[in-house]
């Protein structure tokens, strides 16, 4: 990214972080011992508890979910889901 360019990430309240995720085929939310999670074709994926996620905030999940989807979720399709 060059300087002074504007990221397509946004900040991204819990709820449609999860509703995003269920449309891409995630179950859940299930209660864990200390956080919630989904559930995808056997891989767990914790969800944080804070309300909204920073953009740094939402990175970090989102990486994970390109681990268990097998394919990068790009900026675009990810803002087509919120």
Not at 16 to 19: A, H, L
């Given at each position: 990214m060059h300087r002074g360019s504007v990221s397509p990430w946004r900040p991204c309240r819990r709820r449609?972080?999860?509703?995003s995720l269920r449309r891409?085929?995630?179950d859940g939310p299930f209660s864990g011992t200390r956080h919630q999670f989904l559930?995808?074709?056997g891989h767990r994926l914790t969800v944080p508890s804070n309300p909204e996620y920073t953009v740094p905030q939402l990175r970090v999940p989102l990486r994970e979910v390109g681990d268990i989807l097998g394919r990068e979720l790009s900026a675009e399709e990810w803002i087509a889901l919120v």
């Open positions: 449609e972080f999860i509703r891409l085929g995630f559930i995808y074709e």
